[in-house]
């Protein structure tokens, strides 16, 4: 049985957040000010079905997908582009591909006791980030 992710994670640490936004291409004022804030992601999971809500006081963003099913995403709040993404399952490690106009791009999310791990990449630029369950 795949892992519950369901639940309030509050952000605890953040290493090479912006080596990923350059990757991106988010521009300077925006990197400076992402840097500061601790998001909260709110993860409802039935089955194989999803909704992750990202809230900050900058931009809050949200992504609905079931796995194992490609789906267009706009990733509008975060760098404002469009990309077919497609999650599977790889053991308990939810894994997303995002394929568009980036280049290896996409997020692997798992969990660790009562932590939250997701790791977001592009162009070969890695971002570690941990969440706790609130």
Known sequence: ??????GTWNLLSSDNL???????????ATRKIAKMLKPQKVIEQNGDSFT????SSLRNYFVTF????EFDEDTKGLDNRKCKSLVTWNNDRLT?????????RGWTHWIE??????????????????????
């Open 52 to 55: 992750i809500h990202t809230y």
């Open 18 to 28: 912006e080596g990923y936004m350059v990757a991106l291409g988010i521009d300077f």
């Open 96 to 104: 997303c591909v995002q394929k568009g106009e980036k280049k290896n």
């Open 66 to 69: 079931k796995v194992g099913k």
């Open 1 to 6: 049985m795949p892992a519950d992710f369901s």
């Open 113 to 134: 006791g009562d932590l939250l791990h997701l790791e977001m990449f592009c162009e070969g630029e890695v971002c570690k980030q941990t969440y706790q369950r609130a």
